[in-house]
């Protein structure tokens, strides 16, 4: 079944304030719930971390409860968690039952050292993002964050249960311009 044609929403504020209204107020509010039920690594980001190089360093950007972040081997690798709730970073920082690096702070910044990582996850976040434009950033924001020479990137948002919902995903977004 082909993908259902999808109007993009027009909203009335500025796109920072509707996502602080309408999704990091609401993360801050159900974040206890909702690391209860988020515990379960999903295995196609399982198996992109478990063929990451050892001694890598990366970034977990959108890191919510930090689910991904005790996927570190044993210590072979190492991530920094990056999510814009403090109450889910609460969860993050202990991710695994051991001290994790997290870091409150949006993923549109540009937080980081350009090319500061070798590899770097953004798992259900950027749908988030009130404007396509907004979306392409944190895409770029990320490419930025990597090496330009090994350095590997996974976003994963779930496409295939949107499309099955009517959305769509954003395409070419990689061919952005880095700047």
């Known amino acids: 079944m082909p993908p259902k044609a999808v109007a993009e929403v027009t909203i ?9 209204q309408n999704v990091h107020a609401i993360y801050d509010t159900i974040a206890s719930h909702f690391s209860s039920t988020r515990y379960k690594p999903w295995p196609i980001i399982a198996k992109f971390l478990s063929e990451i190089p050892d001694g890598w360093i990366g970034l977990d950007s959108g890191t919510g409860n930090g689910k991904y972040l005790s996927l570190d081997r044993d210590g072979k690798t190492w991530m920094v968690g990056l999510d814009r709730s403090i109450n889910l970073l609460k ?32 798992i ?4 988030h993002l009130a404007t396509p434009s ?8 990320l490419l930025q964050a990597v090496s330009p020479k090994n350095g590997r990137v996974l976003i994963y948002d ?3 249960r949107r499309r ?16």
């Open 158 to 160: 779930g496409a295939r």
């Open 91 to 122: 969860f993050a920082q202990n991710a695994g039952d051991k001290a994790r690096e997290v870091v409150l702070g949006n993923v549109l910044d540009h937080c980081w050292r350009t090319h500061a990582f070798d590899f770097a996850i953004s």
């Open 124 to 127: 259900a976040t950027i749908h």
């Open 12 to 20: 009335d504020i500025d796109p920072a304030t509707y996502e602080t």
């Open 164 to 179: 099955a919902m009517g959305f769509v995903e954003i395409e070419h977004c990689a061919k952005s311009k880095i700047t």
């Open 134 to 141: 907004r979306r392409v950033l944190a895409v770029q924001r």
